[in-house]
């Protein structure tokens, strides 16, 4: 996975944003591919007029700060099942197929 300055991926409910970075791990020889995930609140500040972020939360945030954070494991988990081929064990990968639009039978 190359490095870049930008997420490939973001989650957003409200002010609260989970960015997925790529990242290349390096130990003992080996290397391999992973993810950090970061997540805040965005904010506008009056007293100078710009936009801020914050890893602080109010209670009313929490129901969105977990969801992103689902949201995020869940992308994070689907890709490196696809990557190394492995089944998703805890129903993550079917969350996706639960989702489809179900069709009428003839």
């Given at each position: 996975?190359?490095?870049?300055?930008?997420?490939?991926?973001?989650?957003?409910?409200?002010?609260?944003?989970?960015?997925?970075?790529?990242?290349?791990?390096?130990?003992?020889?080996?290397s391999?591919?992973?993810f950090?995930?970061?997540?805040?609140?965005?904010?506008?500040?009056?007293?100078?007029?710009?936009?801020?972020?914050?890893?602080?939360?109010?209670?009313?945030?929490?129901?969105?700060?977990?969801?992103?954070?689902?949201?995020?494991?869940?992308?994070?988990?689907?890709?490196?099942?696809?990557?190394?081929?492995?089944?998703?064990?805890?129903?993550?990968?079917?969350?996706?197929?639960?989702?489809?639009?179900?069709?009428?039978?003839?």
């Amino acid at each position: 996975m190359p490095q870049s300055n930008r997420p490939i991926i973001e989650f957003k409910a409200g002010p609260v944003h989970a960015s997925i970075w790529p990242e290349r791990i390096k130990r003992d020889g080996r290397s391999w591919d992973s993810f950090s995930i970061q997540i805040q609140k965005i904010f506008w500040d009056p007293t100078d007029g710009q936009h801020r972020t914050t890893s602080y939360f109010r209670p009313d945030e929490l129901p969105k700060l977990v969801l992103v954070a689902n949201e995020a494991f869940a992308y994070v988990t689907l890709k490196q099942q696809k990557s190394t081929g492995e089944n998703a064990d805890d129903g993550a990968s079917n969350r996706a197929a639960a989702e489809q639009p179900k069709k009428d039978a003839p």
